[in-house]
Each structure stands twice: as C-alpha cells, then as structure tokens.
C-alpha cells in the first residue's frame, strides 16, 4: 500500500457505501447498507456478535466484495479504482500478520516500506507513533512475546503508518489496559481533529461515549441508526429509577411502567432524576426496607437495547466504564428508524 499523493475527489466523503450486499453461502452477513462518513468524523459502529462490522471492514478494506452495492473511499471507487481508493485506506484488523520473530520496530519498518516510505521518513513516523499508542518501551520487543493488547497497538500504528484519510480500526481495544485505552481514546480524537475519518469498531459503548463519536448501529447485517449520541439518545434513550429492597419489592401506584425482579423494582419515565421524589413517596410503608436507589440516565445503552432488544455487553471495559442494567420490560427488538443522517 504505497503512501500516495492522490488527492481525494473534492467534497467526497471518506467513506461512502450505497447499498452493499455480501453473503456466504446461506448467511446474509449485509443487507443493502448505506453508510457515509466525512472526513474528520468518527462513527463508532456497534452491533452484535455476527451483526456484520468485519465484514463491513473487509470489505472496505478490499479483501471481501461485495454481491452488490458500492463502495468509495476519498471518492474513489474500489471496484473501478482499487489501487486508489485503498491508499487512502489504513485498516487495523482484529488479526494481522505481524511476524513473531520480528521486534516492533523491525515489523513496523517492514510495513513501512511496504507503504512506500523510507529511511528517515520510516524512523520518525516510528517515533510519532510510538509515543501516542504507548509502544515506547516495546519497540525493540519481539511481537511474539507481547499480549494481545499490545499486538492491537502494534496493529493500530501499522494501520497508520502511511497516513491513511480513513482508518478503520476493529475492536482495537480488546484487552487493552485502562491508561492505553484512553491514550488511544484521545489520539483518535487527535487524528480526527486533523481531518482523519475514523470508523470504531468496539463492544464498550463508554468508549463511544468518551470519544463523542457518532454511531451506527448494525443489527443482523443492517444499519438500523445512525446519527450523533445526542440524537440517538433524545430519540430512543429511555432513563429509569432502580430500587432495590432488603426482601420482595413493593407495588408503588405510579403514573409510570414499572417491572420487579427479585429485590429490585424498576420504573421506566423519562426524566428519572425528577420522578424521585413521587416514587419515595409512594414507597408508603415499605420506605424502611429501601437499601439503594440508583438514577439512569438516557444513554447508548438504553438506546442500543431498545433497538436491538438486547443489551450490549455484559462486562465493563477494563477500568470499569460500564453500561447500566437491562431496561425493564422490553422483551425483543422494536422496529428501528434509520435517521437521514447516514
Ligand atoms: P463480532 O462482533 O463477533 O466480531 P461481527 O459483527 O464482526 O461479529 P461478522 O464477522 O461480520 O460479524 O459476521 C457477520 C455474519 O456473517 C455472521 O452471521 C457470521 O457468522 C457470518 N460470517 C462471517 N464470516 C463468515 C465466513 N467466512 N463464512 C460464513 N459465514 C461468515
């Protein structure tokens, strides 16, 4: 992938694909996916497991095509002008063929020169990377000998050595320590401040959060939502007020849908931090036997179940940024709307 000069078709999107197709065998992994993205955005795509973010990214990446559809990249087309639309491409894949034997710097110079840079082009893009991904003290480590973490690092700088417009990065958080996480969190946010298009595969929605990213959300092969976290959660996000008792919850008289499960009573109302004091003061005689109250907030998580009908981790990223209990009684997905915006 040789670092080019093409310059990206003016006004066109980083990213753009119209109505992209792919199936193995019987499995539909996209159906008829729209989705932009503009030079400097940074859309973190979520979905479940199998929901279909690798294929999208191999298949933006040019190693899967499409049955159908199109795909650009700066303007260009990958099936018309492949070699084109690709420079502009850097892809840090779940999995990549760095070579064991090989320290970090020997693999990142290997990649280097792929790319087309060389000499001391290939030393301080070394250095610029080194810093922000916290290779540091890795460089002269053989990649075998490092944990998965640190191998996505190592991923992620390859992907970037050739200063891609557009980066897609696949769960490049996976078992990544806290301070590296945020490291990463605030280089994207860096990279796109300077006009990068980051597309943010990942399965902790505090991360979305943290880098005030857009979102779309794919569901069984498709975008079901896309738009700012604003939007989503104005739009779909429900809050609710979580009480939990020291044995069988009562049964308030409130204006609000309210469901129990075990020793915890949920009321679902759209302003929680407001409906507190009516709920206490219907709690009457079982006021004594309160333990805890927690106020949720509309947030990614609730938007996310309550358009996929399912919650979207169980465990928090390391560190502890989590998601909230499940939003009560939603039993399974609800038709979703597609904003305007993808
Ligand atoms: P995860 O979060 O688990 O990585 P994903 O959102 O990346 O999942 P994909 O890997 O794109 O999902 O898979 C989308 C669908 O296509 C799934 O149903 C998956 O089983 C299927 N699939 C993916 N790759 C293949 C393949 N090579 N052959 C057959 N089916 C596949």
Redesign the pocket.
Known sequence: MPTDTTPAAPGAPALSLRGVHKR??D?T?LHDVDLRIAEGEVVGLL??????????MSLTAGLLRPDAGDIEICGHSLRAEPHRARRHLGLAPQELGVYPPLTVRQNLRFFAELSGLRGREVRRRTEELAEPLGLGDLLDRGVGRLSGGERRRVHTAVALLHRPRLLMLDEPTAGVDVETRTRLIDFVRELAADGTAVCYSTHYLAEVEALAADVAV?DQ?RVIARGTLDDLVRRHGVGYVELTFTGPPPAPRLPWPVTTEARTLRVRVDQPHLAVPEILAALGDAAPQLLNLDVVRPSLESVFLRLTGRRYVADAPPGGAGGHPPEPGRPGGQPAEVSGHG
Request: aromatic residues 6%.
């Open positions: 193995y065998g499995t992994a979905g479940h497991n199998g929901a279909g973010k690798t294929t999208l794919l092969g």
